[in-house]
């Protein structure tokens, strides 16, 4: 008998992965480790994991390929908005800020008017900059955004600020925080109603798991 199962969208390797699959384990979920196969089953509930690139998964969820995903809110607010958010999980927090150099004597939003950032975010800075009457010059750019600054490709940037340490390491300094960020459980709009009953049971057990941690 082929037995339904759920599909959930796990970072394939990045902050999110390691406490994404604590979290399951916690539930008493436990999946046998082939993160390099890129689809795992578990053994004891109806639950089959992919491995995805974080920017992936809003289009995966979307699509209904995936019926859930652990993901950072940053990540809907800037490409998955469409998607529904369910519980908070309590990790990976982080802020989605803006940054410019140390040396630069900021006074206020307005000092970035006409000025060139750098970011992964542009939906996100978008909206922000609009909403204060700010327009800026994005460039986009996927990761090590932080350099931007230093080599002369942008004034500022904005990107994700979780400790603080490579904002620091570059000599910039947070300006504007546009939003505060967790893991959430992202669920696709698209869910069949036979799969939505398996995620009911998975987030009784998250919510215990989350109980228990407080
Ligand atoms: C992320 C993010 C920031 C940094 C923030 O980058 O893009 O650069 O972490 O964390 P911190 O405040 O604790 O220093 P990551 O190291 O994941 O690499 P990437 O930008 O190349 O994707
Ligand atoms: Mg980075």
Redesign the pocket.
């Known amino acids: 008998m082929n037995q339904e199962k759920l599909r959930i969208a796990i970072q394939k390797s990045g902050r999110l992965n390691e406490d994404s699959l604590k979290i399951l384990k916690e539930a008493g979920i436990s999946i046998d480790n082939g993160k390099e196969q890129l689809k795992a089953t578990a053994r004891n509930f109806p639950l089959e994991v992919m491995y995805l690139r974080n920017g992936d998964i809003p289009q995966y969820l979307r699509d209904g390929v995936v019926d859930i995903a652990i993901l950072g809110e940053n990540v809907l607010v800037e490409k998955g908005k469409d998607i529904i958010r369910g519980e908070k999980l309590g990790f990976s927090k982080c802020r989605v800020s803006i940054a410019v150099p140390k040396s630069m004597k900021y006074k206020g939003i307005q000092d970035l008017d006409e000025k060139k950032i750098a970011t992964s975010y542009p939906n996100t800075v978008n909206e922000f900059l609009a909403k204060k009457g700010i327009s800026a010059e994005l460039h986009i750019i996927n990761?090590?955004?932080?350099i931007a600054p230093n080599i002369g490709l942008a004034d500022g940037i904005c990107?994700?600020v979780s400790s603080g340490s490579?904002l620091f390491k570059n000599g910039l300094k947070e300006v504007e925080v546009m939003l505060k960020s967790e893991a959430v459980l992202a669920i696709s709009p698209k869910i069949s109603a036979e799969r939505k009953a398996i995620l009911e049971k998975l987030q009784f057990r998250l919510k215990s798991v989350l109980n228990a941690r407080t």
Request: negative net charge; proline residues 0%.
């Open positions: 990761g090590s955004v932080e990107d994700i490579t």
